[in-house]
């Protein structure tokens, strides 16, 4: 009897679940396929982003690399003191044209093998360049040089630089080995780029910006 009881007590349960209308199954349905689609919308617009944000990397960098001759340089001594250090990791690019006052990245010849150094533009064709009483002279005239490690310790000059090439000189002038050695300019071909940025370490992260180099009277 018992039994009996529970197997009339389940089919009488079984027989109050309401059965699911067709018209609820088809909007589940229809919210389900919406749901889908926006999801691919949202994904074909990730896509799309992600290729336009690629393209445009990928002109940046021809543009930079093919066009600009992007280069990576790191600083080996303390010659260029206090505008870069030691370590300091550097990105060039060329320019059409180099000013007096632009920090240069210049490709040498020694015994044979290519070395680069990186350097501070003092002169260029034409220039008469003269360091006398710890201060540099630029046509006949005094030269302010805010970014200089300390008083140059030697004399020389006047020097008047050769058409086509840049006197070079480091920042930290008695540390330096530059044009002052062989009172001789480098060819402006031999510049691979200017100095644009450092990009490590992190503490020293920016951009390396030329200086306006003139005598008292803007010459």
């Known amino acids: 009897m018992k039994c009996v009881e529970a197997g009339r007590d389940a089919l009488l349960t079984s027989e109050y679940v309401p059965a699911l209308h067709p018209l609820a199954t088809h909007c589940g349905q229809a919210s389900r396929e919406r749901r889908m689609v926006r ?26 690399f093919g066009f600009r001759g992007m280069r990576f ?32 990245v210049v490709r ?46 030697y004399e020389f000059g006047p020097v008047t630089v050769a058409e086509g090439e840049a006197f070079l000189l480091g920042d930290n002038r008695n ?21 644009r940025w450092i990009y490590s370490p992190y503490s020293r992260f920016g951009p390396v910006h030329s200086y306006p180099l003139t005598n008292v009277s803007g010459r």
């Open 175 to 195: 540390l330096s080995e530059d044009s002052h050695n062989d009172l001789r300019g480098v060819p402006l071909d031999a510049v691979v780029g200017k100095v």
């Open 108 to 153: 040498e010849q020694s015994e044979g093998k290519k070395e680069y150094v990186v350097k501070r533009i003092v002169g260029l064709g034409g220039d008469e360049v003269k360091v006398e009483g710890g201060a540099l002279s630029l046509n006949e005239e005094y030269a302010s040089e805010p970014y200089v490690f300390e008083p140059m310790a």
């Open 73 to 104: 340089f790191m600083v080996p001594s303390r010659s260029m003191e206090p505008t870069l250090y030691p370590k300091d990791y550097l990105v060039t690019l060329t320019a059409g044209t180099y000013q007096r006052g632009d920090v240069v």
């Open 39 to 64: 999801e691919q919308r949202k994904a074909r617009r990730s896509t799309l982003a992600a290729k336009i944000f690629l393209l445009i990397a990928l002109v940046c960098l021809i543009y930079l």
